[in-house]
């Protein structure tokens, strides 16, 4: 059964950085069917997705946060990683890491909805 | 990017009641649609996967339908295990969810 686990400091100064790893049990994370994405949803409120990483190093990040945001995969750990730049009140979420199912269509792959949830990690602004 | 908007945000219903929840995107997405369970404290589970695809080993009294920029999560018989917040997500460009639509039991 594929386990993943986030693990990191939750407590961030204003304006430094976060960062959380994510470590993939009972699967490979260099399955070509898989990319691997991180979610956070802030105390009482919806889901928002970070961005999401390739076994390659192929990379892909909302928009809204692409400039601050850092992925990057360790293969021979089983592990990927999130760094998140310039943190403030607004950014404190639980931070959640996922499996993202890569689906076949037409000529084309593309990046799909989300199939294993690690449990989640709070990532909140220290005073 | 795609805005996705759920009604009703909170429902409550009785064990046994047929119950259904709505997901409207602000511009059409095929059927690249999922729907997610997330009970109080956890991560959200999977349940439904382009837009009516069951995600293996989900109860068969969760459903999905719809096409586009329309679709619904329908909870066939409520059991008090249903008790969670629901999600919708669409794929057809980079990731969105809805706001979420929890459900009580009576």
């Known amino acids: 059964q594929l386990r993943l686990q986030e693990s990191g400091p939750g407590l961030v100064k204003p304006s430094e950085t976060l960062s959380l790893t994510c470590t993939v049990s009972?699967?490979?994370?260099?399955?070509?069917?898989?990319?691997w994405g991180w979610i956070r949803q802030p105390p009482g409120r919806g889901l928002e997705w970070i961005g999401s990483?390739?076994?390659?190093?192929?990379?892909y990040s909302n928009p809204s946060l692409k400039s601050r945001v850092t992925l990057s995969v360790d293969t021979s750990r089983n592990q990927f990683s999130l760094k998140l730049s310039s943190f403030t009140a607004a950014d404190t979420a639980v931070y959640y890491c996922?499996?993202?199912?890569?689906?076949?269509?037409?000529?084309?792959?593309?990046?799909?909805?989300?199939?294993?949830w690690g449990q989640g990690a709070l990532g909140t602004v220290s005073s | 990017d795609i805005q996705l908007t759920q009604s009703p945000s909170t429902l409550s219903a009785s064990v046994g009641d047929r119950v259904t929840i709505t997901c409207r995107a602000s511009?059409?997405?095929?059927?690249?649609l999922a729907w997610y369970q997330q009970k109080p404290g956890k991560a959200p589970k999977l349940l439904i996967y382009k837009a009516s695809s069951l995600e293996s080993g989900v109860p068969s009294r969760f459903s999905g339908s719809g096409s586009g920029t329309e679709f619904t999560l329908t909870i066939s018989s409520l059991q008090p295990d249903d008790l969670a917040t629901y999600h919708c997500?669409?794929?057809?460009?980079?990731?969105?969810f809805g706001g979420g639509t929890k459900v009580e039991i009576k």
């Open positions: 990483i390739y076994y390659s190093g192929s990379t």
């Open positions: 511009q059409s997405v095929n059927t690249w």
């Open positions: 009972g699967g490979s994370i260099s399955s070509t069917d898989h990319f």
């Open positions: 997500q669409q794929y057809n460009s980079y990731p969105t």
């Open positions: 996922a499996r993202r199912r890569r689906y076949y269509y037409g000529s084309g792959s593309y990046l799909g909805y989300f199939d294993y």
